[in-house]
T-cell receptor, first 110, second 115 residues
Framework: GQSLEQPSEVTAVEGAIVQINCTYQ??????LSWYQQHDGGAPTFLSY????GLEETGRFSSFLSRSDSYGYLLLQELQMKDSASYFC???????????FGAGTQVVVTP | DAGVTQSPTHLIKTRGQQVTLRCSPK?????VSWYQQALGQGPQFIFQ???????QRGNFPDRFSGHQFPNYSSELNVNALLLGDSALYLC??????????????FGPGTRLTVL
């Protein structure tokens, strides 16, 4: 079958570092994206990895290993505003269809 | 630069009714995808429209249909509503020529409640 697995919840304090892992099993793979969503609002694009390795964008970094069907999102210097749901999503075909995981709720505490 | 817009923001319907949701893509985008997001779940792909045609479809029944207009805006129609259709419906736009690497921009969604 096709699936994306990520932890349901992660709690950390302000200033800490959080890593959200994502393992996937899909019929097609063109890349792995990460989206942030606050309380049922619009998912906001964070990063995209098509090739193995680390991509860094400010406080957020994303990693992909295609051979392991695995990726992660690293959130550094956590801020209260980072409290949200984070979704990994596989681009399953060349037309950009996205398959999402169930999401990880990140709770940042003072 | 206007982002993706959706209307209405909230909608309440009863079982058996029909509903139409609307989406205007980000300026310059020509492809619209629709997703259903149940509470506590990730978005699920419904279908994608390009050049006014349904290009691909997810695992949703024929009660879900759509349309794309010449200005690239799109509608999602759901017939014979069921309680299980209650969800946040998200529209995402992208540029076809960018292929799978293009960022998909999501609208704020329409919250549909079926009673």
């Amino acid at each position: 079958g096709q699936s994306l697995e990520q932890p349901s919840e992660v709690t950390a304090v302000e200033g800490a570092i959080v890593q959200i892992n994502c393992t996937y099993q899909t019929s097609g793979f063109y890349g792995l994206s990460w989206y942030q969503q606050h309380d049922g609002g619009a998912p906001t694009f964070l990063s995209y990895n098509a090739l193995d390795g680390l991509e860094e964008t400010g406080r957020f970094s994303s990693f992909l290993s295609r051979s392991d069907s695995y990726g992660y999102l690293l959130l550094q210097e956590l801020q209260m505003k980072d409290s949200a749901s984070y979704f990994c999503a596989v681009s399953a075909d060349s037309w950009g269809k996205l398959q999402f995981g169930a999401g990880t709720q990140v709770v940042v505490t003072p | 630069d206007a982002g993706v817009t959706q209307s209405p923001t909230h909608l309440i319907k009863t079982r058996g009714q029909q509903v139409t949701l609307r989406c205007s893509p980000k300026s310059g985008h020509d492809t619209v995808s629709w997703y259903q997001q149940a509470l506590g779940q990730g978005p699920q792909f419904i279908f994608q429209y390009y050049e006014e045609e349904e290009r691909q479809r997810g695992n949703f029944p024929d009660r879900f249909s759509g349309h794309q207009f010449p200005n690239y805006s799109s509608e999602l129609n759901v017939n014979a509503l069921l309680l299980g259709d209650s969800a946040l419906y998200l529209c995402a736009s992208s540029l076809a020529s960018s292929g799978s690497s293009d960022t998909q921009y999501f609208g704020p969604g329409t919250r549909l409640t079926v009673l």
